[in-house]
């Protein structure tokens, strides 16, 4: 099983792999939570608009969607709830699908759509999501999600932690991968700091959000994970834990 790291989502779509991809700073973390929370589909739209849309179609009388996510770091105007984990915990009630739109993570989950098997991770579940990787059989891709199309040292910083677990587990170590492990090795004793100083972080501190840096800093606090199936012809993520 060789291991790889892509910085930024592919381009096309990376057939016979399995992918883990991460959104650390926050769509794969709060997906981690609402499916802790008991949520059953999530299903990942490119667009706000696409995601207004399909909640609409999705919703009935006796369903009720939750839709999130965001632009800019904050809710889109008409939305539940934003891109945050620690605001789902304070209000634990969801319902059970939910509809997700978010600048860079659920494009990078939608872009890996049609590989062997592709997982929504994040620190939170490190080791269930590397294990059912492992098991796959497949060479195993890391896609970072990135930052409006470009490397984002937050992503990579989780992506190498993911490498160091997958090592341990009988991975092949590549190039592209030995690069995010060294990025995280330099700062695995203070995980939470570092994503903090990253560009993304400081953005996500400066919107007021540092509690969810701490809380997508937690390793291994959920068994559960996310793996991105096919639900009325259409991508959405549904809960795993093995």
Sequence with gaps: MKISVAQIPPTTIPYGKTCIVIDVLR???????LLDLGVKEI????????ARILKKSLETSNEKVLLLGERDGLPPEGFDHGNSPTALLENPSVPLVAVQATTNGT?????????????????LNLSTSCKHAVNSGNDVLIVCAGLRGKFAEDDMLAAGMFVEKLVSLGGTITDSATKALTLYKKSEKFFAESLRRTEHGQKTFELGFNNDIEKCA??????VFGVLSKIFDRPCI???TN
């Design 107 to 123: 494009p990078a989950l939608l872009s890996c759509y049609g590989a062997s098997s592709v997982i929504g991770a994040a620190p």
């Design 218 to 223: 937690e390793i291994d606090k959920y068994k």
């Design 43 to 50: 299903y990942p739209t490119a667009t706000i608009e696409e």
């Design 238 to 240: 549904i809960p795993n």
């Design 27 to 33: 769509a794969t973390s709060v997906i981690t939570v």
